[in-house]
């Protein structure tokens, strides 16, 4: 048996031997790095120097890098999902390329981790417009004896490495063709590495860093470079033969401490409290507003499942667990405990009252007059096999927060505390886009609905045809214009019946009370709505239109994101 430990200390020692230099892991909340919310993959500290200025410490680097992917959280649950995992990474910073990176990670993976050559597949890049396929890739590991049935190609949604998707990347990024590594753990589905059926795991990734994206294309860079990032805990499972990385050395011990059983439940409350430990252990509070917020979401996700599962909001053994397996990382236990067990004396009576009234009382209820949150609600629910209205609770909400600001009674408990800054972000994005349908379409175009997650935004609006590509691109070119602008968004209490006169867009007039609150945006924008909002256009990121369908007769539905900072690619 291989335990996580010594793998990361075999793959440390490998690359030292091979000239390169051990670099320390970065924090998980980025100290320099204003793009991006956490630290997701190990090549994110690593960007200035893929781009071409020279590091420090030489042009071949090693390190494990820890790593937090928000994006995941609602993955977590199956065998090899986790938003907190270590990358272990290797860099050449245009020095050694493919030949000598693919030679090295088939040593280490074959002879060091000892894993069965016949249970290790590899997918190649297949080319596209701009990037060829991936041929030197393909006859080095043919060289290394990797049959053709081996080898799968795929395009840029699988084999194509930067920070977001190869559509979105902004100007500037990175990026590049990858090979990646799978471990077959066997089993009889007939498939292929990149299905998710659990009998094939990634274990790591050497992408061939080359191209720059620019405005009108890719460029490629000075220097040719290697990125390979491969995950601990998932290595680690395929050294033990075992497909489940909640089983390995970096997990059970939690999970013994939770009860010894392995299931969705347990494998999300090892997971949340882990990445949470690691987090605060860095100096993060819980908070309603980004990282912070992710943090308080990890902890109450966490605590919803012990509850549940019949367990006490009793953390100290699971943090104890947690700092027995990380010496080498992890600094203030007393600090942690204290910071965890004062967030959670704050949401059990929440949650208590929350768990016993949750199918007495309405969502809206329970999150206006108990605090309870939304997401928790939805998430009870589809346990449940209920699906929750977000829209309704939305309008719900928007039309009670406008009246007990107008009233001045402030009796409005529950605050944004379901509102992160991603989601104020798309609620000022649907403003815009709603203004520019109507410039782009007419003025026929009238809301029909909305709902926005942290991941997109939805929009539903009265239009008898599918929108052609060259409209969407006008839409989105317009929405991106007045971002760029920078107008700011202001905040205006009038009555309802002379903004409306105004030209105010409203989603449902008579809902709102005589005296409203309007957001208008520069000359461009004016609806009448509760917020919250960005203070300011280019808060919001870069604008797109994702998907563009009918949602009913004569009305079409529109999805979008708006990338800022960049999202990392699960
Ligand atoms: N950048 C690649 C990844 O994160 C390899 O390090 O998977």
Known sequence: MLTGTQIRQKYLDFFTKRGHVAIPSVPLVPENDPTTLFTGSGMQPMIPYLLGQPHPLGVRLVDSQKCFRAQDIEEVGDNRHDTFFEMLGNWSLGDYFKEEQLIWIWEFFTEELSLDPKRLYVSVFEGNAEVPKDQEAVNIWKSLGVADDHIYFYGVKKNWWARSSFENMPVGEPGGPDSEVFYDFGGSHDCHPNCDCGRFMEIGNNVFMTYKKTDSGFEPLAKKNIDFGGGLERLTAAANNGPDIFKTDLFMPIIKVLGGEISPATRIIADHIKASVFLIDEGLLPSNKAQGYFLRRLLRRAAVKMKQLGMNLEFSKVITAIFEIYPMYLKNMANVNLEISREMANFQKTLDQGLKLLDKVSPFDLFQSYGFPIEITEELYKQKGLNLDREAFDLQLKSHRDLSRTAGKGMFKGGLQDSSEITTRYHTATHLLHAALRK???????????????????????????????????????????????????????????????????????????????????????????????????????????????????????????????????
Do not use: W
């Open 440 to 570: 782009i379409l007419g003025s026929h175009v009238s809301q029909k609905g909305s709902n926005i997650t942290s991941e997109r935004l939805r929009f539903d609006f009265s239009h008898p045809d599918k929108l052609t590509s060259e409209q969407i691109l006008q839409i989105e070119g317009l929405v991106n214009q007045k971002i760029n602008e920078d107008i700011e968004v202001n905040k205006l209490e009038m009555k309802k019946d002379e903004a409306l006169k105004m030209g105010a867009l409203a989603f449902f007039p008579e809902k709102y009370p005589d005296v409203t609150t309007v957001y208008k945006i520069g000359d461009y924008s004016m609806e009448l709505c509760g917020g919250p909002h960005v203070t300011s256009t280019s808060e919001i990121g870069r604008f797109k239109i994702n998907r563009e369908e009918s949602a009913g007769a004569g009305i079409r539905r529109i999805y979008a994101t708006a990338l800022f900072p960049p999202q990392t690619k699960e």
